[in-house]
């Protein structure tokens, strides 16, 4: 029996008001010792993935360094599985206060700026570097990164690799798009990766994270698409052993925190946030090779079968993704700003 929602949105209220006391703005000392002198206090951050996976494990470490780094005054509560809400809640609660930081998937914050969607695209990123390199670039993505401020009360601090996406079904291999007709894909709440569902020739079921592993035992959907380290640390490979190689996405996680909090540190801890941070999203980077490769044997291990497809049928069903998702000439310059800048990666 898995327990991935072991609090459920309403307890995770509950939790969020305890909370309030303890977080946003500073008024909290980070450990039970004496006030912060400049602010300080510990933050809540949500998370989807559960405590195996390279963030919790960069994010977790990435707290500890920031409580080093500002002498206690700020440290950081990681809440694995979803214990606060999927993603969508947890936008919200950042949104309001409630909660200080949240990892999102660059899809949901699509929702709120359609030019998120830029990065969400398949073939927008060539490589984990080139990838982190553009999401960590003021040049290109500071006004994007910077636009949900005043709008939302939501900063994009930057950006964690999701690695690899590729298909994986409880039926079979596929080979080609025609694979998948008739077969029920979930994919992430997005309009672009509805549409890169039905390209990638299934029906698209969008829906959260944490409900897939039981829709693909039930067969409410027939497969779904992630990279390898989600596929063995949420056991999907029990119920969809079959991993092709479609590889049609570099994707992209974001730590998105309430502005409002983050305008509060000090200029000093602010500087160590930052600092940590570029540690962190590092770290995390060099996890993901390791546990990639981990995952591959585990899941071999557990039966699953990766095998190759073919990649010019899907890269040919995908392509006009691009044209169709870049509708306006920020997008379009987004777009060509990320793809320069990957030129020789
Ligand atoms: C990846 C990603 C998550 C996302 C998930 C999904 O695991 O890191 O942020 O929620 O994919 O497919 O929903």
Same mark, same amino acid.
């Given at each position: 029996?898995?327990?991935?929602?072991?609090?459920?949105?309403?307890?995770?209220?509950?939790a969020?008001a305890?909370?309030?006391?303890?977080?946003s703005?500073?008024t909290a000392?980070?450990?039970?010792?004496?006030?912060?002198?400049?602010?300080?206090?510990?933050l809540?951050?949500?998370?989807?993935? %559960?405590?195996?996976?390279?963030?919790?494990?960069?994010?977790?470490?990435?707290?500890?360094r +920031?409580s080093?780094?500002?002498?206690g005054?700020w440290?950081? *509560?990681?809440?694995a599985n979803? #214990? +606060?809400?999927?993603?969508?809640? %947890?936008?919200?609660?950042?949104?309001?206060?409630?909660? *200080?930081l949240?990892i999102?998937?660059?899809t949901?914050?699509?929702?709120?700026?359609?030019?998120?969607g830029?990065?969400?695209?398949?073939?927008?990123? #060539?490589?984990?570097?080139?990838?982190?390199?553009?999401?960590?670039? *003021?040049?290109?993505v500071?006004?994007? @990164?910077?636009? +949900?401020?005043?709008s939302?009360?939501?900063?994009?601090?930057?950006? +964690? %690799?999701?690695?690899?996406?590729?298909?994986? #079904?409880s039926?079979?291999?596929?080979?080609?798009?025609?694979?998948?007709?008739?077969k029920?894909?979930?994919?992430?709440?997005?309009?672009?990766?509805?549409?890169?569902?039905?390209?990638?020739g299934?029906? &698209?079921?969008?829906m959260?994270f944490?409900?897939?592993y039981?829709?693909?035992?039930?067969?409410?959907?027939d &497969?779904?698409e992630?990279?390898?380290?989600?596929?063995?640390?949420?056991?999907?490979?029990?119920?969809?052993p079959?991993?092709?190689? #479609?590889?049609?996405?570099?994707?992209?996680d974001?730590m998105?925190?309430d502005?409002?909090?983050l305008?509060?540190m000090?200029?000093?801890?602010?500087?160590?946030?930052?600092?940590?941070?570029?540690?962190t999203y590092?770290?995390?980077?060099?996890?993901?090779?390791t546990?990639?490769?981990? &995952?591959?044997a585990?899941?071999?291990?557990?039966?699953a079968?990766f095998?190759?497809?073919? %990649? &010019?049928?899907f890269?040919e069903?995908?392509a006009?993704?691009?044209?169709? @998702?870049i509708?306006?000439d920020e997008?379009?310059?987004?777009?060509?700003?990320?793809?320069?800048?990957?030129?020789d990666?």
């Amino acid at each position: 029996m898995r327990t991935t929602k072991t609090l459920g949105i309403a307890a995770a209220v509950g939790a969020a008001a305890l909370m309030l006391t303890a977080c946003s703005g500073g008024t909290a000392p980070a450990s039970s010792g004496e006030p912060a002198a400049a602010g300080g206090g510990t933050l809540q951050l949500a998370l989807n993935q %559960t405590e195996e996976h390279p963030s919790y494990i960069a994010l977790t470490s990435f707290g500890e360094r +920031l409580s080093e780094a500002t002498d206690g005054r700020w440290s950081i *509560d990681v809440f694995a599985n979803e #214990t +606060l809400g999927a993603q969508q809640e %947890t936008i919200q609660l950042v949104q309001d206060g409630t909660i *200080d930081l949240s990892i999102v998937s660059g899809t949901q914050l699509e929702n709120l700026n359609p030019d998120f969607g830029v990065l969400n695209l398949p073939t927008a990123f #060539t490589t984990i570097e080139s990838q982190l390199d553009v999401v960590h670039d *003021d040049e290109i993505v500071g006004d994007l @990164f910077a636009s +949900l401020e005043e709008s939302n009360n939501i900063s994009v601090v930057g950006g +964690l %690799t999701q690695g690899t996406r590729s298909v994986y #079904t409880s039926f079979g291999p596929i080979e080609t798009p025609a694979d998948m007709a008739g077969k029920k894909l979930r994919v992430q709440e997005s309009e672009l990766h509805i549409a890169m569902a039905e390209a990638l020739g299934g029906a &698209a079921t969008p829906m959260a994270f944490g409900e897939l592993y039981t829709a693909l035992q039930s067969g409410v959907v027939d &497969a779904a698409e992630n990279n390898a380290i989600s596929y063995v640390t949420q056991r999907h490979f029990e119920v969809a052993p079959f991993w092709s190689n #479609t590889n049609h996405l570099v994707g992209i996680d974001y730590m998105i925190a309430d502005s409002a909090m983050l305008d509060g540190m000090s200029e000093e801890d602010r500087a160590a946030f930052d600092a940590e941070w570029d540690a962190t999203y590092q770290e995390h980077a060099d996890l993901w090779v390791t546990q990639t490769e981990e &995952a591959i044997a585990t899941a071999e291990a557990g039966g699953a079968t990766f095998t190759d497809v073919d %990649t &010019a049928a899907f890269d040919e069903a995908i392509a006009p993704l691009i044209e169709r @998702f870049i509708q306006t000439d920020e997008q379009q310059a987004l777009w060509d700003a990320v793809r320069a800048a990957q030129a020789d990666a």
